[in-house]
């Protein structure tokens, strides 16, 4: 059985950097499609990126100059960073698995980040 | 880029069949896949593909789709159903994610 675990810092001040990592058990990165996604409070899901099976990665554009998702394939995890982080960053980050891009199965617990000086 | 529209609340009455919609262009050409969140609870895949169902998802879960409008309709609404309710797909132009601003489901 698949499962996915997270982690990281939950308290940040304005212009530092959000780092999170998934791991992942019952399961390789080596196929699937790997995901993240926010959801700011009481609002919907807004997907961030995702880095493929292949390595490739892919990023909402709106973010694309701040995100950076990558994999450590022999600790089966992978890792968002997202830079100068801003009051509008905070928000529950999950990460998911997708069986194709947008068919995301399984997910994270979902770690609550907030941004406050 | 793409966009996808949902109603953002709907209700039914309890055992009675409800449909919520998902509305974009990108939906002529990709499957949509639906959610479902519990507050303080993660989503929940129920719907993907043409009209598939992972493993453990009740059967009053099924989707369809038409033109540019994918549907979720529960046949025979459980209080247990009560939840936001999400769809996602992709955008044509560049395989991003795009999720719908999610439908808050009221059983009565």
């Known amino acids: 059985q698949v499962h996915l675990q997270q982690w990281g810092a939950g308290q940040l001040k304005p212009s530092e950097t959000l780092s999170l990592t998934c791991g992942v058990s019952?399961?390789?990165?080596?196929?699937?499609?790997w995901s993240w996604i926010r959801q700011p409070p009481g609002k919907g899901l807004e997907w961030i990126g995702q880095i493929n099976h292949d390595g490739s990665t892919n990023y909402k554009s709106s973010l694309q100059s701040r995100v950076r998702i990558s994999v450590d394939t022999p600790n089966n995890q992978f890792s968002l960073k997202l830079t100068s982080v801003t009051a509008a960053d905070t928000a529950i980050y999950y990460c998911a698995r997708g069986l194709v891009a947008n068919e995301l199965d399984h997910w994270g617990q979902g770690t609550l980040v907030t941004v406050s000086s | 880029s793409s966009e996808l529209t949902q109603d953002p609340a709907v209700s039914v009455a309890l055992g009675q069949t409800v449909r919520i919609t998902c509305q974009g262009d990108t939906l002529r050409a990709y499957f949509a896949s639906w959610y479902q969140q519990k507050p303080r609870q993660a989503p929940v895949l129920v719907i993907f593909?043409?009209?598939n169902r992972p493993s453990g998802i009740p059967d009053r879960f099924s989707g369809s789709s038409s033109g540019n409008t994918a549907s979720l309709t529960i046949t025979g609404a459980q209080a247990e159903d009560e939840a936001d309710y999400y769809c996602n797909s992709r955008d044509t132009t560049n395989n991003h994610v795009i999720f719908g601003g999610g439908t808050k489901l009221t059983v009565l």
């Open positions: 593909g043409k009209n």
């Open positions: 019952g399961g390789s990165l080596s196929v699937y499609f």
